[in-house]
């Protein structure tokens, strides 16, 4: 199984070296808008917020898609 997208989330935050108030503040959501995401609570966010996410790590929101296996 793959990474979550609170993991994949975190990951770039700590690639960057930023932290979680960092982002809420750059991206412009509010941390009850990232709690239940980084906590895991929430799996579906809107593209809204996903491409706010993306925008403020700098990275596409294609490294956050979640690829599932053909079988």
């Known amino acids: 199984m793959g990474l ?6 975190q ?3 700590d690639e ?7 982002l ?4 412009e959501l509010g941390f009850g808008a990232l709690y ?7 799996t579906e966010p809107t593209f809204s917020t996903m491409e ?3 925008d403020a790590l700098d990275v596409s929101l ?10």
């Open 52 to 54: 706010k996410i993306a």
């Open 36 to 42: 239940p995401l980084l906590s895991g609570k929430r």
């Open 11 to 13: 990951k770039k935050l």
């Open 62 to 71: 294609d490294e956050f898609r979640s690829k599932e296996e053909v079988k």
């Open 16 to 22: 960057r070296g930023k932290t979680v108030y960092w």
């Open 24 to 27: 809420a503040k750059e991206a």
């Open 4 to 9: 979550t997208l609170a993991d994949k989330i």
